[in-house]
């Protein structure tokens, strides 16, 4: 398998070689479960709502006592007392009776629909004239309408969105069993690789890769842990390899560019663990490396900072929800959008562009950004970018493409 | 301004009465800048790259030195030395001479292009035989191609991505100037409201609203702030609204469902401050407050939590970007998908409608979701909405809409 792979190749390798990493549960508070992925199917314990409601302010009815009325002939109904806000209705509502009621108040026992305030008259003496016909049912929401009691609600695997706490508070969930985050081990490698905060000197750059990852492996929802620069030698390479394996879920390395740096790292994999894979058709990208060391994932990414994001996107991403069980239904939302520059056919890999996105008259362009190696122009210009497949001629100007956002 | 409001002139009261609240800025780490919105511009305090570098490993040369070489006649050079990586080279390359470079390696003097490895050969006694011409220029990337000292990298009033900690890291940025979040004091009022983890009684309904809320303005980058929840009380919602406005720098309320329940909290904005609307055409959400107490802009939600929702990624969360210094260039991205049901005309009231979405051979349909009331399965099942505006005649089975991701 060290043969450059395909795309999709990769991917199914990665599947088969981790498909099965689960990083274990854990129980926490409804208030941190927005981005969580849950571990365990959520069941309702109760029916929602818990009783029959109103859903407009006006009077509880039988609803046959109103057919046949109209503005000219209203029907006359004895108002026998009102539904407070909060408390249990007492009330019972008979034939030719009827009880004010406010929107979210119960119904009254024997009433089957509810007349809006709108369409009635208080003629005085407790008599009230309603001027429009309610079918049974109207204006009413039953109990357990929205949920029933033992009715799955979620399925395990699913990842919590802001909507959903408010599902799960209207459930009157507190806890929910979710999956732990992986621990994301993060190491930049390269003799020529200076911290950030660090002013490089001539032939130096700076450790740009373990503050891209970092931030990605957040957005993912797992958890970063950095372990600084490593140089391109092979005992200080493999220390820090082997602590990373002792310490986390996953190991990510960031490549020097060179091919003796490449080689270093490989070699020091190879030493502690297998490597399954070195080389993607993917542009950028290609000098990728998938291995395992003591049993955990490991991915060497590129050196190119570029290359690194789509590469994270591409395959790290879903590892890391994989191994947190997570279950994809959905693609990502994308930007429909004109091309304003042709993309010229790939040769056979897959490719990714990073792209600029314009509104005019409520129609996007996309200005691909080529730049030679232009990495901070690519990425302070990029809103987003676009798949050419492997087998694609390219894309040609006016062409409308879909915009993956960054 | 206290008739019922078509959404855009709710959007424009928002702007014109509380356009102006900036919350401030502070100093942060670069660690934590995503999601942060840019209060400076950013400018280049250096070039990038900072020397010549080389983008493949292979020779230095002079690319005219290559020209009309081929595989049956290459170019002979001499092998002056190599570039070490991290290291400033010192090295002058001469015409006929080249010098070994590695990825990312700085250009010896005088040289102005690179031959990649693949098309070189080793012919012993330090002499290297090129077999393909380049141009000048060709596999390097020159000092400041990327960026110059001092030019605007991103403008004030940018939300950070990802990829923008990248290219900050890229300049050596330490420490950002972002807005700070402002604090968004929340309270849910209603004698029939009782806190989420508790059972409801008979007539009562759990307090949804006040945890949706939190969730949604962390969501969109600011500090939600609970105040629990507040009985139709008009002296006690006063006391709790006062202090939410000394203590915040924006009120949530979320409303009683019932008219009685609404009157109390008007008559209570009035009494502390000043009502600018009540009442939006749009559903659901129609009992929408706009306020101000004490400098303080409020927002009084509706009672109903889909309601809730529409209205806060309508109105609040644009608010609070706003009071950010947020300039949002782009819509949100959309999935493109296929209805399976009709949705009528909404007669002149812009409409929100949560929609189900499922792929079918690359082929995303989606699937409205009408029901009456029924908060948690239009919670739980939707994965975005889409928006009917006000003069649409409805869509058809089968047409083709936008959903916004939810």
């Known amino acids: 398998m060290l043969h450059v792979a395909s795309c999709e190749q990769a991917k199914e390798l990665l599947n088969l070689k981790f ?3 689960y990083v274990g549960k854990e129980q926490i508070a409804l208030a941190d479960v927005v981005n969580r992925v849950l571990a365990q199917s959520i069941v ?3 029916d929602v709502p818990g009783f029959d409601r109103s859903t407009v302010d006006g009077f509880a009815v039988h609803a046959a ?10 029907a006359l109904l004895r108002n026998i007392g009102e539904v407070t806000m909060g408390k249990s209705c007492e009330l019972k509502c008979e034939r030719g009776e009827c009880v ?3 929107t979210g108040g119960q119904l009254p026992q024997d009433a089957d629909a509810v007349v809006m305030m709108e369409v009635t008259e208080d003629y005085g003496d407790g008599l009230v004239g309603i001027t429009k016909p309610v079918g049974p049912g109207q204006n009413v929401i039953y109990r357990h309408d929205d949920v029933s009691f033992g009715e799955e609600i979620y399925s395990c695997g ?3 969105k802001t909507t959903d706490i408010g599902a799960l508070a209207a459930l009157g969930v507190t806890e929910v069993l979710v999956s732990k985050r992986p621990i994301v081990g993060i190491l930049s490698t390269g003799d020529e690789v200076v911290p950030f905060d660090v002013t490089p000197r001539i032939g130096q750059v700076r450790d740009i890769n373990s503050v891209l990852l970092s931030a990605s492996v957040t957005r993912t929802g797992a958890l970063p842990r950095r372990y600084g620069i490593c140089s391109d030698d092979d005992d200080m390479l493999q220390e820090r390899i082997s602590a990373m394996a002792r310490e986390c879920d996953v190991i990510f390395l960031s490549g020097g560019s ?6 270093a790292l490989k070699r020091s994999v190879e030493a502690l663990g297998e490597v399954y894979l070195h080389g993607i058709a993917v542009k950028p990208g290609k000098p990728t490396l998938f291995g395992e060391v003591n049993g955990k994932p490991l991915i060497g990414f590129p050196g190119h900072p570029a290359a690194v994001y789509f590469i994270y996107d591409l395959f790290a991403d879903p590892l890391l929800r994989g191994m947190m069980g997570e279950i994809i239904t959905l693609p990502p939302p994308c930007y429909k959008a004109k091309l304003t520059n042709t993309i010229p056919s790939n040769h056979g890999r897959q490719e990714y ?4 996105l314009t509104t005019e008259e409520g129609l996007l362009t996309a200005d691909p950004l080529m730049s030679k190696s232009g990495l901070i122009t690519q990425f302070t210009r990029a809103d987003g970018y676009i798949e050419v497949p492997r087998d694609c001629e390219g894309f040609s ?3 409308w493409v879909n915009v993956i956002a960054l």
């Open 158 to 160: 699913k990842r919590l």
């Open 397 to 399: 100007e006016g062409d």
């Open 44 to 46: 309702a314990k109760e």
């Open 65 to 74: 006592d109103t057919f046949g009325s109209s503005e000219s002939i209203p």
């Open 258 to 263: 060179s091919v003796g740096a490449k080689d």
């Open 353 to 356: 562009i990073a792209v600029s």
């Open 19 to 21: 498909g099965n990493r």
């Open 100 to 102: 004010a009621i406010p």
